[in-house]
């Protein structure tokens, strides 16, 4: 059987794929929310989700720094790869040694709802994750009117919001958001605090992850903080496509619709 993964290359499958590694935290969470994790074979270190379940599986460094000895060694079928998460040249090393490699392009929610199914198909697990899909498609098709200028933070030093084209600025318009750093080149513009600021947000959403806000960073926010809500949020919910879409759209709508 071929496929074509969502960066336009084909892959030979000769049956569904038994042994899989994921180079993506969130597609190993989402692995097992469709019944293929007793597949899964190995992992990165970043693989947190689902907690229980994942903890006797090997880990194989960052997304970014594979051991791609380790992953030769585990004799995979299939090695689940993102655009945004993982290098390129760690997918072509692999696909030279002669191991499949699925990757993923994940930048809206169109895209999950739609690359999702079709790895599922590959997979053999399309009924199973059919209801997943179609959440996501639901939460799609009314979304709220715009209703706040928000700046997603993702990181600082250097200061980083989530930008155009992505997964979470799309997910933040589908809840109603208005995405004010996508006004910046770049997928995630990086800039001077004040700068982000001068985009002037209603509302600051600052995530647990990547970079991990809490209490401790609020003091940077004290000049704008009397004309805009500064709000902490789930990181997860905000990038990881996959079995928390639709929950989380859910979410961020009743929080970016919040003291209006």
């Not at 994942?54 to 000895?69: E, F, Y």
């Amino acid at each position: 059987m071929q496929v074509r993964d969502a960066v336009g290359r084909t892959i030979e499958l000769v049956a569904p794929p038994q042994r899989i590694v994921s180079l993506v935290p969130s597609m190993t969470e989402w692995l097992f929310s469709v019944g293929a994790g007793e597949r899964v074979v190995g992992i990165t270190d970043y693989c947190i989700e689902p907690s229980t379940a994942i903890a006797h599986l090997p880990r194989l460094r960052g997304t970014k720094n594979p051991d791609r000895t380790a992953i030769l060694a585990l004799h995979p079928d299939l090695v689940i790869a993102e655009q945004e998460e993982n290098r390129e040249r760690d997918v072509l090393a692999l696909a030279a040694a002669g191991v499949n490699v699925y990757v993923t392009a994940i930048r809206s929610v169109a895209d999950a709802a739609i690359q999702l199914a079709a790895l599922a198909d590959a997979l053999g697990v399309a009924v199973t994750a059919a209801p997943m899909v179609a959440a996501m498609q639901a939460a799609m098709a009314d979304p709220p009117p715009p209703a706040r200028r928000v700046l997603a933070l993702i990181w600082r030093d250097p200061w980083m919001a989530v930008g155009q084209d992505t997964y979470a600025g799309d997910l933040l318009r589908l809840s109603g958001g208005i995405n004010v750093a996508a006004a910046l080149p770049g997928r995630y513009p990086r800039a001077p605090l004040p700068e982000l600021l001068a985009l002037n947000p209603d509302m600051i959403l600052l995530p647990s992850e990547p970079y991990p806000f809490s209490e401790r960073d609020l003091p940077a926010f004290s000049d704008i903080a009397a004309r805009c809500q500064i709000a902490f949020c789930d990181g997860m919910a905000l990038t990881w496509p996959g079995p928390r879409t639709a929950a989380a759209i859910a979410s961020f709508r009743q929080l970016l619709g919040s003291n209006l």
